[in-house]
DNA sequence: GAGCTGACTAAGCGCTTGCTCAGCATGGTG
DNA sequence: CACCATGCTGAGCAAGCGCTTAGTCAGCTC
């Protein structure tokens, strides 16, 4: 049914200081796809439930609340996404390379890990205070990384913009919105998607020489 | 509490062929206002009323369903976001211009109704199917407006891109993106956001000078 | 003033929701 | 063998949902 590589997102048994049981999988891949595709409030504990094969008290046994599995599918999805964009930005190359391999990777996970990405970026006001602070703080540091290789940039005299604050908007927004629409049907793939946007907001950033 | 022209879409009591007494526009204004804060599916019939200072069931008297109002709004948003391109698409001036002009429309158009811009983009799956078919049709000539403005400037010499769909899919997205992030708290103006936003999508679709 | 209409409300129906609980099977341990 | 912890199920509860119904009332028409 989908591609989406939630795997990444969450180690199963062997070992690891967060591995989960199967059951506890099944249940967090059945609530992405669900919370994906119909939204958090149009689903069911009965949709997950039946989804992971069980039947809905199990998911009680596993996660205190259908919130509790928004709350962790949210905490997963954006420390991945905090860590890739970090891995990026400190990479090797000049801010111009790392810009690129940024937007390269930011927007291929947007793309390949859209189920995913659907409930992270588009389920935020669903979320119990608590764990929407916690999201909130990693989203902040999402923006910094992207606002701080900007500003790089430019004092390295490789972009010119006009407010870094709103560059830095548009470079991470056209990676969200990846995930909106991107689907199966899509004729990029994920990568090459990834490869053109990368492309676009080098120039976009007045990057010389970034032509085609 | 917002600050969205709801007017601009739907003509009150004064003749028109869609006017519609106060009582309806206050139940569309209200719908508008719970649907982009917490989404359809977590607003109740009571939520609306209540917010249109009434009783569940006079909600049955201008509207058969809790859906048809979204569909309401979901159409009426489409088409006046069809209009606006389609205005500045067919504007004067070059296609480097009216891009220019078509980008600062789209973009202050969501930055300023961001709360009927929300429900438009994001509440689409709540859509029944039927009102669904009309909005998709109305995105799809969205995007082939825009797709026809870059092939002709790309046609004129004016601008330089790999693939005419992935950059009219990066222009409208940051533009819907748009709704998702604004704010009143926001440091622009709907209308100087729009102006920077311009400048960045001519430079991403490689307009020569386009500086600053 | 009788008769009618359109906008509205109080009450509530039938159903679905998130979640609970008593009990059952399984398998490891003494 | 008894014991118990673990993972699960079937049944179901209280609350809240979209929507309906019966009836009220102001204002218009003749």
């Known amino acids: 049914m989908t591609s989406t590589p939630i795997a990444d997102l969450w180690p199963t048994l062997p070992g690891g200081a967060d591995a989960r049981p199967e ?3 099944r249940l ?4 992405v796809e669900s919370f994906a595709e119909r939204g958090f409030h149009a689903t069911t504990t009965r949709d997950i439930a039946t989804a992971a ?3 809905p008290a199990a998911l009680y046994i596993h996660y205190p609340s259908k919130a509790a599995l928004l709350a962790e599918i949210s905490r997963a999805g954006h420390a991945a996404t905090l860590e890739l964009v970090r891995t990026a930005a400190a990479g090797e190359g000049d801010p111009v390379a790392r810009m690129r391999r940024l937007v ?3 927007t291929s996970w947007h793309a390949r890990a859209r189920t995913v990405g659907r409930v992270v970026n588009y389920e935020l006001h669903a979320l119990p205070q608590d764990a929407y602070g916690v999201v909130a703080a990693l989203r902040l540091d999402i923006e910094r990384e992207v606002t701080a290789l900007i500003e790089a ?3 390295a005299g490789a972009f010119e913009v ?3 604050r709103t560059a830095a908007r548009a470079v991470t927004s056209l ?3 990846v995930s909106r629409w991107y689907t199966d049907r899509s004729s990029e793939t994920p ?3 990834g490869r053109r946007y990368g492309e676009l907001v080098l120039r976009m950033l007045g990057a010389p020489g970034a032509a085609l």
């Open 53 to 55: 094969g069980m039947s």
């Open 191 to 193: 990568e090459e998607l």
């Open 104 to 106: 390269e990777e930011f």
């Open 28 to 31: 967090l891949q059945a609530a």
């Open 162 to 164: 006009a407010e870094v």
């Open 175 to 177: 990676g969200i919105d």
């Open 153 to 155: 940039g430019v004092a």
């Open 23 to 25: 059951a506890a999988y």
